[in-house]
């Protein structure tokens, strides 16, 4: 009885052994026969990644700036400010007045000058008719027309100063900046204007483009100019900066729009110049998936398998997509991005006729690829 136990004991132990062994053949026979289901690949259509031209497909930013802008100063040095009629932001029109200046001074300047030049033309009519008669020598004749004329000067010059007193409009527009107060002194040609102001009201977007698409670029051409309010305003080149900046190799485009209140000088803005064409790497929109981590493709390498690859896409016409960032020109990507497909899956690909592909455009592996509608 004692030696049937530990006989027992041992059986057991091979027992258990001999099933260790047929699990571990079992599992090792596991990923071959999953292998071997992997390797059954799904047809799948694809496409490449091409440039094509693509209207509108140049864009640039830049600050909106005045067409023109007109500085208002003073004329005269010296003069209080009596009175400032507009604020910033107001809507003024050419030669309406801006500021009065204090004439009172001048005003009894001209009134004294006026009582002068009075005195002495009636001091030239008394000589008139008196030439070469001995009354009066010749010189004494002279010298009392030229002081009548030299005080009518004075009377002149005094009221052109008070024409002055009052500083207007030089132009239509609207009032950008306001740098004068009552009690002020006037000086002409100061470093600082009273104002400034913006010339009809025209505000420009000063887009900066890069020199390779400076050439795309011609005057007139067309443009959608999009705020950071995200309106949208048509505009048109009115125009191109004859150089380039040779430190960032920017040069700088003049869009012209409409008189509009959102439009301020300093603001941003970014330019669509839709009737521009440039080549662009493209893919038909249907082949690019969205989701929660943002857009994306299924490129097909040369081994047939796929693998995912984040994009990021720009303009959309004719049913094709810009890809701003993503794979390069000649890359193959799945047709449809809401194909059942998992990274690492092996496809049979399928090129599906492109009519803007050349004749001989070769997939990655042409011997395993076949061909759709053609």
């Given amino acids: 009885m004692r030696l049937e136990k530990p006989a027992a004991r041992v059986w057991g132990v091979v027992l258990i052994f001999a099933m260790a062994g047929l ?33 509108g497909g140049l864009s640039a ?3 909106l700036v005045s ?10 040095s010296g003069y209080r400010i009596a009175k400032v009629y507009v604020e910033q932001g107001a809507w003024v029109k050419k030669g309406q007045p801006l500021v009065q200046l204090d004439d009172s001074l001048l005003r009894a300047q001209i009134d004294q000058q006026a009582a ?13 008719g008196l030439d070469s008669q001995g009354v009066l020598s ?46 002020d002194i006037s ?13 009809d009201g025209l505000v420009e977007l000063n887009a900066e483009v890069s020199e390779d698409d400076m050439g795309h670029i011609h005057i007139g051409d067309p443009a959608q100019v999009t705020l950071p309010d995200g309106a949208v305003v048509a505009g048109k080149v009115r125009l191109i900066d004859p150089e ?17 209140a959102d439009l301020r000088p300093g603001g941003f803005g970014r330019a669509n110049f839709t009737g ?65 497909v998992l990274p690492g899956d092996l496809v049979k690909p399928i090129r599906v006729a492109d009519p803007s592909a050349p004749a001989a455009a070769p997939a990655p592996t042409p011997a395993a690829f076949q061909h759709k509608g053609g």
């Fill in 23 to 55: 699990a571990v053949t079992s599992c090792g026979r596991h990923p071959q026969a999953r292998s071997a289901t992997q390797q059954q690949a799904r047809a799948a259509d694809v496409v490449q990644v091409r440039s094509r031209m693509m209207q």
């Fill in 61 to 63: 930013s830049g600050l």
């Fill in 67 to 76: 067409r023109e802008e007109a500085a208002v100063g003073a004329d005269l």
């Fill in 116 to 128: 002068t030049t009075e005195q002495a033309e009636n001091e030239a009519k008394r000589v008139a």
């Fill in 138 to 183: 010749a010189e004494q004749i002279d010298q009392r027309r030229l002081q009548a004329k030299a005080a009518e000067a004075a009377l002149d010059e005094l009221k052109t100063r008070e024409a002055h007193m009052t500083i207007r409009a030089p132009v239509s527009g609207l009032v950008l900046e306001r740098n004068v107060r009552p009690g």
């Fill in 187 to 199: 000086s002409a040609g100061g470093a600082t204007p009273m104002f400034r102001m913006v010339r």
């Fill in 244 to 260: 380039v900046d040779s430190t960032t190799k920017l040069g700088h485009v003049r869009v012209a729009m409409p008189v509009r």
């Fill in 276 to 340: 521009v064409s440039k080549a662009s790497s493209t893919l038909p929109e249907t082949a690019v998936r969205y989701d929660a981590d943002g857009a994306s493709v299924a490129v097909v390498g040369a081994d047939n398998r796929v693998r995912m690859a984040s994009v990021r896409t720009g303009r959309r016409a004719g049913g094709y997509v810009e890809l701003v960032q993503g794979p390069p020109d000649g890359s193959w990507v799945l047709l449809r991005a809401a194909s059942f």
